[in-house]
């Protein structure tokens, strides 16, 4: 089976590149290939001048690698779980002690330094370990939805992190997330991944270019939609249907036309509620022919 | 949300392209030792939030064991059987059972990519975790061993001959422990292989040899916990035949250089798949 097919993708130094898609879309496959952890069967990683595929080990040190998972780290304390990065990243004890201290101090662990990472919240936990993830500096850092959980103080920690570490060492930062509202702010180029290909690469803003002429219309019926009603019966087989609620992409005149007809008369009684709003990268998503279960809003 | 725009960083999207060229450097390496110090410390201190009801567990199934088998031995060489075989299964339940379950559970649980890509030597993972595992079973074997020996009235004069067989049978338990979690292919495999090993470990070290069927026996010698016990055992004679003392502990080394190994390769085989 592959997980991904002919995936080409270029990123350039110093910036914060994505890659979006639902779960399964090939993300993690992409990733551990990139991190040395898997190989693939056939073509080239090239990391900043290095070839991974023929030199796997270099990866670990090129790169700092957050992943999902923390059971490596769940039993230390914050502080420790830093530290013991930092040394097996090849720091010397002082060294990662006072990048140790430097980093939680930056995050704002500093009070959580004793604490085991496992009696932590969920955002806290993720936050220790990108904390750890920090400590021995690498010019590229690879974020598995390093925000997962966290709280909107935490997420401004973690970009204002990374931003400081771009701007003063031009550092490259490769982030995968499933959450469409983060790639839109945080992003300089992203890559939307659908079952193991790449199908579209762009800036956010380029992305959503490609459906500019278009206007998301979403409709909630209160129990069922008012077929009876026949411009709403024609407007079926466009809408994405989930539950009461109908999603539409429209061009602008026929949005407003949509919502004259479900503002009055019969099917006004059925509706519930109504947006209107300018495309998303969700919007670029389905266009693009992406499958949107499993993309997270937040 | 601010984030620096290309354009404004310091060298900017030209000098991407200038830098192109040229490879960036390497991090350092981790150097054997000093990782292993590290993986080490880090390991140990997991005892204080993880492992100590595990280590009371140990401890007292070892004395239950004692405390029922006073009733049916009376002293003598079967006693110092006995003594030596719970002391020494206090170092099968940690460093064989608890480590193949940690390792088996890390590999499975996807927590071995965290070492995976950090550049340190996969011996260092390995020795550090069994190294810590084996110093966990300080405590409770010196507890079981100073018991038993009150409970049968054993000298205590040569027990100092621990500290060459709790590390030395701890490398071999603590090898087969690793190696055992990092080969199984599922984590319930990996807890199954600790708790079996231990049962083994259990039946073959505290029973006495001379009351083992043949077969059993065999199975008993190729226990590698067997020649802790033994080492340990001979120990509380009047006069103890020390170069079989030391022939004994030096099978408990051979086994662990051996198991470690096996389990340093099943590492970096399960680190990059």
């Known amino acids: 089976m592959r997980a991904n097919d002919a995936v080409g993708l270029e990123v350039r130094r110093g910036e914060i590149f994505g890659l979006l898609g639902p779960n399964g879309a090939g993300k993690s496959t992409l990733v551990r290939q990139l991190t040395g952890l898997m190989r693939p069967d056939d073509g080239t990683v090239e990391i900043l001048g290095h070839d991974i595929v023929r030199h796997p080990e270099r990866a670990a040190r090129i790169l700092a690698y957050l992943g999902q998972e923390s059971t490596a780290l769940d039993d230390l304390t914050v502080s420790l779980a830093a530290e013991t990065t930092g040394r097996l990243r090849g720091l010397d004890v002082r060294r990662a002690r006072d990048e140790r201290d430097a980093v939680l101090e930056e995050l704002g662990l500093t009070a959580l330094a004793p604490r085991p990472i496992r009696k932590l919240s969920g955002g806290q936990r993720r936050l220790a370990c990108f904390a750890a993830a920090l400590v021995g500096e690498r010019p590229l850092l690879v974020l598995d939805e390093p925000t997962t959980g966290m709280d909107p103080v935490a997420r401004r920690a973690v970009w204002a992190a990374v931003d400081r570490r771009r701007a003063e060492h031009g550092t490259t930062v490769l982030l995968v997330t499933h959450n469409v509202i983060e790639a839109e702010t945080v992003l300089d180029r992203v890559a939307v991944l659908d079952q193991g290909r790449v199908i579209a690469c762009d800036t956010p803003g380029g992305l959503k270019e490609k459906v500019a002429g278009e206007v998301r219309v979403e409709l909630v019926w209160r129990e069922r939609a008012p077929l009876d009603v026949p411009e709403v019966a024609a407007l079926r087989s466009r809408a994405l249907e989930s539950g009461r609620r109908w999603t539409l992409r429209l061009a602008p005149e026929e949005a407003r036309a949509v919502v004259a007809t479900v503002t009055g008369g019969a099917a006004f009684v059925a509706l519930d509620d109504f947006t209107l709003a300018t495309p998303s990268l969700e919007d670029v998503y389905l266009a693009l022919g992406g499958d949107a279960q499993g993309l997270v809003k937040a | ?273």
């Open chain 2, 1 to 273: 949300m601010s984030v620096v725009p290309v354009e404004v960083l310091p060298g900017g999207a030209l000098a991407v392209e200038e830098r192109a060229g040229a490879p960036a450097a390497l991090g350092p390496r981790a150097r054997l030792w000093p990782s292993l110090g590290a993986v080490y410390r880090a390991q140990l201190s997991r005892a204080r939030v993880a492992r100590i009801p595990l280590l009371f567990v140990a401890t007292f199934q070892s004395i239950g064991i004692m405390i029922l088998m006073r009733g049916v031995v009376d002293g003598g060489a079967e006693a110092q059987a006995v003594v030596a075989g719970s002391a020494v299964l206090v170092v099968a339940f940690v460093a064989l059972n608890l480590l193949a379950q940690y390792f088996g559970q890390l590999r499975a649980s996807g927590g071995l990519d965290h070492y995976a890509t950090l550049p340190v030597p996969p011996a260092a993972v390995v020795l550090g975790a069994a190294g810590a595992y084996a110093s966990f079973t300080v405590p409770g074997t010196v507890v079981t061993a100073v018991f038993g020996c009150v409970l049968f009235g054993l000298p205590l004069g040569n027990l100092w001959v621990l500290v060459a067989v709790i590390p030395l049978a701890g490398a071999a338990l603590a090898g087969l422990g690793a190696a055992l979690g990092l080969l199984a292919p599922r984590p319930e495999l990996a807890t199954l292989l600790g708790q079996l090993g231990m049962s083994a470990a259990l039946l073959l070290g505290v029973l006495p040899p001379e009351r083992l069927p043949g077969v059993v026996g065999f199975a008993r010698d190729l226990l590698p916990s067997t020649y802790g016990v033994e080492a340990f055992a001979r120990t509380f004679g009047s006069d103890p035949d020390w170069a079989f003392v030391l022939g004994d502990l030096a099978v408990c080394a051979g086994v662990g250089v051996a198991s470690l190994a096996v389990a340093t390769w099943a590492y970096r085989r399960a680190a990059v798949r």
